[in-house]
């Protein structure tokens, strides 16, 4: 691994535990980082539930904006884990609080998260 790419993965890192502890803070007891689990990813923070389903949640940390990309991704953890909603948090730069940062979600997915079922 290149320094930049440990470089990276350590920021990654950093952001997933801001995230988890920030849900955790604000009553989520069980919000945590995930362990990586490969083809079977299921998110990078998760113990976080709404209407007593999961949620997938992806978090990222760069200033190249992929949404779409990302979006994807979200959707395929959400898959893998049988959860109610996939969304993304992603890095607001010039910004270091976890309630400062953006969180990205399709229609479907917040209308979930709203209604407690999927569209």
């Given at each position: 691994?290149?320094?930049?790419?440990?470089?990276?993965?350590?920021?990654?890192?950093?952001?997933?535990?801001?995230?988890?502890?920030?849900?955790?803070?604000?009553?989520?007891?069980?919000?945590?980082?995930?362990?990586?689990?490969?083809a079977k990813d299921t998110g990078?923070?998760?113990?976080?539930?709404?209407?007593?389903?999961?949620?997938?949640?992806?978090?990222?940390?760069?200033?190249?904006?992929?949404?779409?990309?990302?979006?994807?991704?979200?959707?395929?953890?959400?898959?893998?884990?049988?959860?109610?909603a996939g969304l993304v948090v992603?890095?607001?730069?010039?910004?270091?609080?976890?309630?400062?940062?953006?969180?990205?979600?399709?229609?479907?997915?917040?209308?979930?998260?709203?209604?407690?079922?999927?569209?």
């Open positions: 691994m290149t320094r930049t790419r440990a470089s990276a993965k350590s920021a990654g890192s950093s952001m997933e535990r801001l995230v988890a502890d920030y849900f955790k803070a604000h009553g989520f007891p069980f919000a945590d980082r995930r362990v990586k689990t490969g990078d923070v998760g113990g976080v539930h709404v209407h007593d389903r999961r949620l997938a949640i992806e978090v990222k940390n760069t200033a190249k904006i992929s949404l779409g990309v990302w979006a994807a991704e979200a959707e395929v953890e959400r898959v893998n884990d049988q959860a109610l992603h890095k607001r730069h010039g910004k270091g609080q976890a309630a400062d940062q953006w969180v990205t979600l399709t229609l479907a997915d917040f209308l979930a998260i709203l209604t407690g079922t999927r569209p």
